[in-house]
């Protein structure tokens, strides 16, 4: 049964710094990884999405990283600023049909970023 | 904004009541999702409609009934809850399901704002 697991569950940065969020999975034989952002009170917005066969992808001060033989993706943001202040989410979609494409998310990182 | 909609935001509920929660997609989606997200847990997927036909039940309760009226409608009735079911329940959309011909693994979810549910 796929899990993954993210890491840490709280993160506080003054405003500035280069971060990483970090997330793990125990099956490889995923489809795809996808970052999610959730603000207080609100739904996720998709902010990257990595197919298998990639190993990044960026978007503006967003890097995401994926290593799938070693169950890890890495999430950097550079220049933190007190809007990038949200929970990040991880989630990873198995391959296969059915309830096995289902995307299996982590508890999330909660990031607080101080001006 | 999303093209996703869900009412009410906030549900304050005893465990004798009923009430639905109502989710509704501006995509022309063609499938729809409920979640669950408690404190401290992953989101948890409850339910998933692919073209108004239900093909997953992650083993929920049946005091959680969900119906979907058509590909842009989604409720989730309830009735007689717990209060271990307050949670935030997140609705979410996409053009396919994974498997779908076509589709498979590509379809990106769009999710809605969530209804925080509160059980006394």
């Known amino acids: 049964k796929q899990e993954v697991t993210q890491i840490p569950a709280a993160l506080s940065v003054p405003e500035g710094e280069n971060l990483v969020l970090n997330c793990s999975f125990t099956?490889?034989?995923?489809?795809?990884l996808q970052w999610f952002r959730q603000d207080p009170g609100k739904g996720l917005t998709s902010l990257l999405l990595?197919?298998?066969?990639?190993r990044e992808q960026t978007s503006g001060r967003l890097n995401a990283s994926l290593d799938k033989s070693s169950g890890r993706s890495t999430l950097y943001i550079a220049a933190s600023q007190p809007g990038d202040s949200a929970t990040y989410l991880c989630?990873?979609?198995?391959?296969?049909?059915?309830?096995?494409?289902?995307?299996?998310f982590g508890k999330g990182t909660k990031l607080s970023v101080k001006p | 904004e999303t093209g996703v909609t869900q009412t009410p935001r906030h549900l304050v509920m005893g465990m004798t009541n009923k009430k639905s929660l109502k989710c509704e997609q501006h995509?022309?989606?063609?499938?729809m999702y409920w979640y669950k997200q408690s404190a401290k847990k992953p989101l948890e997927l409850m339910f998933v409609?692919?073209?108004?036909?239900?093909?997953e039940n992650n083993s929920v309760p049946s005091r959680f009934s969900p119906e979907c009226p058509n590909s842009s409608h989604l409720f989730l009735h309830l009735h007689t809850l717990q209060p271990e079911d307050s949670a935030l329940y997140l609705c979410?959309?996409?053009?396919?399901?994974?498997?779908?011909?076509?589709?498979?693994?590509?379809?990106?979810?769009?999710f809605g704002p969530g209804t925080r549910l509160t059980v006394l």
């Open positions: 990595i197919q298998s066969s990639q």
């Open positions: 995509l022309g989606h063609n499938a």
């Open positions: 989630a990873v979609r198995a391959r296969g049909g059915g309830s096995q494409g289902n995307l299996i």
């Open positions: 099956d490889s034989a995923i489809y795809n």
């Open positions: 409609y692919n073209f108004k036909e239900q093909t």
């Open positions: 979410a959309s996409s053009q396919g399901v994974p498997g779908a011909s076509g589709s498979l693994g590509a379809d990106t979810q769009y």
